[in-house]
Structure formats: structure tokens, C-alpha cells
């Protein structure tokens, strides 16, 4: 498809990690740009503007650390890059991404038929390792991976491997302002209440045991000192909401569809 680009992100000096990725992806005839991952691990959080504290405590129920604020720089700096080239489509692998069929192939077969579903999609997560509340839409199979595209009511969580519309990336760039959560959990509030977020299941692409650098250490950080007393209570309102959410407009993107068919 000569209107999607593909990129990796990877941090410097991790070259190990990127041979083999770089391996997987030769295997399916894929090339890939490399985008230098942003190493948050060591950062001063004081010290970050586009970071809100206080909004993460009251939305998360924890401060961030520097390994998702990594992460999420990586992102931002990814769908940058994109809108400055003239691809169509962005597909992101971080570098522990492992595909399980020719992703290209599977999003040359998918595109075309999302684009008169939903011309207006935002953002696909073709890694994620869970779902919940979505709508079905139309299978396929690639290399014997059989999978369905679907409607994520309720975004997957994880940005191991996602695919941007040029809109979707413009949106995100454009609309950032300050940082109140990790990237994938941004993802799902921004998607789950706009809707036009897709994924498909099972995950074409899932991931090796290899922990990401980029968040190295993080899980320890989070479940220490930077939980709040309240971050239970937070987290189960953060889910109920967003599902409530979810389950609001799997309703009406399902009239929307069965009245698309019967006019199409």
C-alpha cells in the first residue's frame, strides 16, 4: 500500500531490540522507518510544561512517571512526523511488537472497507490484548490469521501497534495541550467518548516477554509512592464511566449501521 507509511518506534542504543523486530517484519516483506523512542525514565516532572499533575491525581488516582511521559512524547513525535509526509495511513509497531500475519496486507484488505464505514476514523489498535464493547464489522484472513475489524466502543488499552488516519493524527497532535494520563489510557478517553476508534480481534499483532525500555521501571514507580490514597475508588469511576460510555454508543453506531445497509 503506497499510502502507508510504517514506523518503529525505538529507543537509542537499543539495537537488539531493533534486529529483531527488524527480523519479524522482513519476514512478512514489511519496511519501516525508525523514530527515535523519547527516554522519559530520568526526567524531572517539575520540570515538564505539557504535564498536568493535578489532573492526572484526579483522573488516574496517581501521578505520572517519566517513562510514560516517555512514552507518550514517543507518540506525538510519531504522528508529527506523519503529518509532514504525504502518507495516507501511519502504522505505529513499538519495538516488542510481534506480528502475527503480514499487517500491511491485513490493512490493504481492511482500509477501503473502513473508509465507506466511517470516511471520518480516527485511530486503529490492531494490538490489543483485550476487547470489550464493540460492534463487528467484516473478517478477514491473512497468512491463517483470521480476525474481525470492529468497532471499539470501549478503545483497547496498549500502543504496541496502532494505525493512524491522517485526521486522527491531526486531531491528536493538534488538540494537545497538557498531559493528565499514560498515552494508552489518553487514547481510550479521548476515542471512547468521540467514537470513530476501530481495532481487530483476535489482535493481528501482539507482543514478545521482552518489558518495554521506554517504560522500564515504571510498574514499581506506580505502585509506590506515587498512588494515592484514593486511587482504587478513581480507577473503578474511570471504568464505569468509560464503559457506560461505551455501551451508549454501541447503540447508536449499531442504528447507524443497520440503517446504512438498508439505504446501501
Given at each position: 500500500?503506497?499510502?502507508?507509511?510504517?514506523?518503529?518506534?525505538?529507543?537509542?542504543?537499543?539495537?537488539?531490540?531493533?534486529?529483531?523486530?527488524?527480523?519479524?517484519?522482513a519476514?512478512?516483506?514489511?519496511?519501516?522507518?525508525?523514530?527515535?523512542?523519547?527516554?522519559?525514565?530520568?526526567?524531572?516532572?517539575?520540570?515538564?510544561?505539557?504535564?498536568?499533575?493535578n489532573r492526572?491525581?484526579?483522573?488516574?488516582?496517581?501521578?505520572?512517571?517519566?517513562?510514560?511521559?516517555?512514552?507518550?512524547?514517543?507518540?506525538?513525535?510519531?504522528?508529527?512526523?506523519?503529518?509532514?509526509?504525504?502518507a495516507?495511513?501511519?502504522l505505529?509497531?513499538?519495538?516488542?511488537?510481534?506480528?502475527?500475519?503480514n499487517?500491511?496486507?491485513?490493512?490493504?484488505?481492511?482500509?477501503?472497507?473502513?473508509?465507506?464505514?466511517?470516511?471520518?476514523?480516527?485511530?486503529?489498535?490492531?494490538?490489543?490484548?483485550?476487547?470489550?464493547i464493540a460492534?463487528?464489522?467484516?473478517?478477514?484472513?491473512?497468512?491463517?490469521?483470521?480476525?474481525?475489524?470492529?468497532?471499539?466502543?470501549?478503545?483497547?488499552?496498549?500502543?504496541?501497534?496502532?494505525?493512524?488516519?491522517?485526521?486522527?493524527?491531526?486531531?491528536?497532535?493538534?488538540?494537545?495541550?497538557?498531559?493528565?494520563?499514560?498515552?494508552?489510557?489518553?487514547?481510550?478517553?479521548?476515542?471512547?467518548?468521540?467514537?470513530?476508534?476501530?481495532?481487530?480481534?483476535?489482535?493481528?499483532?501482539?507482543?514478545?516477554?521482552?518489558?518495554?525500555?521506554?517504560?522500564?521501571?515504571?510498574?514499581?514507580?506506580?505502585?509506590?509512592?506515587?498512588?494515592?490514597?484514593?486511587?482504587?475508588?478513581?480507577?473503578q469511576?474511570?471504568?464505569?464511566?468509560?464503559?457506560?460510555?461505551?455501551?451508549?454508543?454501541?447503540?447508536?453506531?449499531?442504528?447507524?449501521?443497520?440503517?446504512?445497509?438498508?439505504?446501501?
Open positions: 500500500m503506497q499510502s502507508l507509511d510504517v514506523y518503529v518506534i525505538n529507543l537509542d542504543g537499543s539495537n537488539d531490540r531493533l534486529e529483531a523486530i527488524s527480523g519479524r517484519l519476514a512478512y516483506g514489511v519496511t519501516f522507518k525508525r523514530v527515535s523512542a523519547f527516554d522519559g525514565r530520568k526526567l524531572d516532572l517539575a520540570t515538564v510544561a505539557d504535564y498536568d499533575e492526572a491525581e484526579r483522573y488516574m488516582g496517581r501521578s505520572l512517571v517519566g517513562g510514560e511521559i516517555g512514552c507518550y512524547r514517543s507518540h506525538l513525535d510519531a504522528a508529527t512526523r506523519f503529518l509532514a509526509s504525504d495516507r495511513y501511519l505505529i509497531l513499538e519495538d516488542d511488537a510481534l506480528p502475527l500475519c499487517p500491511v496486507a491485513l490493512l490493504e484488505k481492511a482500509l477501503p472497507d473502513l473508509e465507506k464505514i466511517d470516511p471520518n476514523w480516527r485511530l486503529i489498535n490492531i494490538g490489543n490484548n483485550k476487547l470489550k460492534t463487528p464489522l467484516a473478517s478477514y484472513t491473512v497468512n491463517d490469521h483470521a480476525c474481525e475489524l470492529v468497532a471499539a466502543h470501549y478503545f483497547p488499552m496498549t500502543t504496541s501497534a496502532i494505525v493512524w488516519s491522517r485526521e486522527g493524527a491531526r486531531l491528536f497532535v493538534e488538540g494537545h495541550r497538557k498531559m493528565f494520563a499514560p498515552v494508552d489510557n489518553y487514547f481510550r478517553y479521548w476515542l471512547t467518548r468521540s467514537g470513530h476508534g476501530y481495532s481487530f480481534w483476535p489482535a493481528p499483532v501482539t507482543t514478545t516477554d521482552a518489558a518495554s525500555q521506554i517504560l522500564a521501571s515504571s510498574g514499581q514507580q506506580r505502585k509506590t509512592n506515587k498512588r494515592k490514597w484514593y486511587y482504587g475508588i478513581t480507577k469511576r474511570r471504568l464505569m464511566e468509560d464503559k457506560l460510555i461505551a455501551f451508549v454508543h454501541k447503540k447508536r453506531f449499531r442504528r447507524h449501521i443497520k440503517a446504512a445497509r438498508r439505504h446501501g
